[in-house]
């Protein structure tokens, strides 16, 4: 089964870094996903890392570490619309068929 | 974004109600999903569809009975729920099962009294 923790809630300035942390312990991994997903609306897509490293899109980050079993999201100049729930998730391998198992998700408060 | 529309958007019903959610995909994609999002927990994955075949049903009691009559739409169809069923239910779609990324619709709140 697939194990994924991230804080419950974060509160930032805006103009700030946040940085919201995932642990997982997985029976298998086939990449490691972050969604945004405003208050009433639908998970969007923001990043995916298979390989170990940074991913950069614009303002915000991933990071991954496979053998660690950790991954982060690095928001940069944060503006009062960044204000959500950031969700990971991690793809289980073939034998799981590629199940996608989500974390509770972080919510992240910008205050001006 | 209109790639994944969800029909209602809210919905309250009493437990002896019939009712029924629509999700809508525009991407051409093959897959589609339901979940099942409570507060302060993770998503949980319902049911997969892949080429209007389920793929997977994830010990949903018998009261949710999916339908897919076409890779482009998705039924929920719900009877005699009870109030823990309470949640958001969310609509997503993929290329294909397994390696591609999952896009989702807005949802449905829904409310069993």
Not at chain 1, 4 to 23: H, K, S, Y
Not at chain 1, 34 to 45: K, L, R, S, V
Not at chain 1, 105 to 111: E, S
Request: include cysteine; aromatic fraction near 10%.
């Amino acid at each position: 089964g697939q194990n994924i923790d991230q804080p419950t809630e974060m509160t930032a300035t805006e103009g700030a870094i946040v940085q919201i942390n995932c642990t997982y312990q997985t029976s298998g991994f086939n990449g490691l996903f972050w969604y945004q997903q405003h208050a009433g609306e639908a998970p969007t897509f923001l990043s995916y890392n298979v390989l170990d490293g940074l991913e950069e899109k614009g303002r915000f980050s991933s990071f991954l570490s496979r053998s660690k079993g950790y991954s982060y999201l690095l928001l940069k100049e944060l503006q009062m619309k960044d204000s959500a729930s950031y969700l990971c998730a991690v793809r289980g391998s073939r034998s799981n068929d590629y199940k996608l198992s989500f974390g509770a998700g972080t919510t992240v408060t910008v205050r001006a | 974004e209109t790639g994944v529309t969800q029909t209602p958007r809210h919905l309250v019903m009493g437990m002896t109600n019939k009712k029924s959610l629509k999700c809508e995909q525009h991407l051409g994609h093959n897959a589609m999903y339901w979940y099942k999002q409570s507060a302060k927990k993770p998503l949980e994955l319902m049911f997969v569809y892949s080429l209007e075949e389920r793929v997977e049903n994830n010990s949903v009691p018998s009261r949710f009975s999916p339908e897919c009559p076409n890779s482009s739409h998705l039924f929920l169809h719900l009877h005699t729920l009870q109030p823990e069923d309470s949640a958001l239910y969310l609509c997503a779609s993929s290329q294909e099962t397994g390696r591609d990324t999952q896009y989702f619709g807005p949802g449905t709140r829904l409310t069993v009294l």
